[in-house]
Nanobody, 122 residues
């Protein structure tokens, strides 16, 4: 089992930055690919970014490329999502997930955090 808890969400204005943190506990964190997904009201959960266990492979959704950066610290069992130039369309609950690889497909992730709300006002 891997337990995940996200933090760092909040209410910000468009153009601002936020840094989300996901802390993992339980099974070996460094064995897992880690990802961030988000879900806006009335919409399906969508992929944001993912990083492989070593950090060598990183993928992003086209909608966040150039604005968001995913990283991880295996020594601290943490994964981060640096979000810059935030837009109102980025408003969603952001979820951290752990799985077998750094995939954009939610079904490969076995463990999920409860989520943290990000609200971007115009």
């Amino acid at each position: 089992q891997v337990q995940l808890v996200e933090s760092g969400g909040g209410l910000v204005q468009a153009g601002s930055s936020l840094r989300l943190t996901c802390v993992a506990s339980g099974r070996t964190f460094s064995d897992h690919g880690m990802a961030w997904f988000r879900q806006a009201p009335g919409k399906e959960r969508e992929f944001v970014g993912a990083v492989s266990w070593s950090g060598a492979i990183i993928n992003y959704a086209d909608s966040v490329k150039g604005r968001f950066t995913i990283s991880r610290d295996n020594a601290k069992n943490m994964v981060f999502l640096q979000m810059n130039s935030l837009k109102p369309d980025d408003t969603a609950v952001y979820y951290c997930a752990a799985g077998e690889s750094a995939s954009a497909y939610s079904r490969i992730y076995d463990y999920w955090g409860p989520g943290t709300q990000v609200t971007v006002s115009s």
